[in-house]
């Protein structure tokens, strides 16, 4: 499910990726609950690097 969305840029942009994550207990090996994400990325100029400027985790549910 992920996606990257590119909003206008003149010399910089500004992107989004979304996603969805699972949480997992450490030693029991299986799934217990799942999240969305989205990570704001944002471009300081043409030929920068991207980074990430923000990141949520939302609609967290047991599996």
Do not use: K, N
């Not at 704001?40 to 949520?56: D, K, M, N, S, Y």
Request: with cysteine; net charge positive; charged share 20%.
């Amino acid at each position: 499910m992920d996606r990257r969305l590119t909003g206008p840029s003149s010399g910089g942009g500004t992107a989004l990726t979304r996603g969805l994550h699972r949480f997992c207990q450490h030693g029991c090996g299986r799934s217990e609950g799942a999240a969305d994400f989205m990570m704001i990325w944002r471009q300081e100029g043409a030929g920068a690097q991207w980074r990430i400027t923000r990141v949520l985790s939302y609609g967290h549910r047991a599996l």
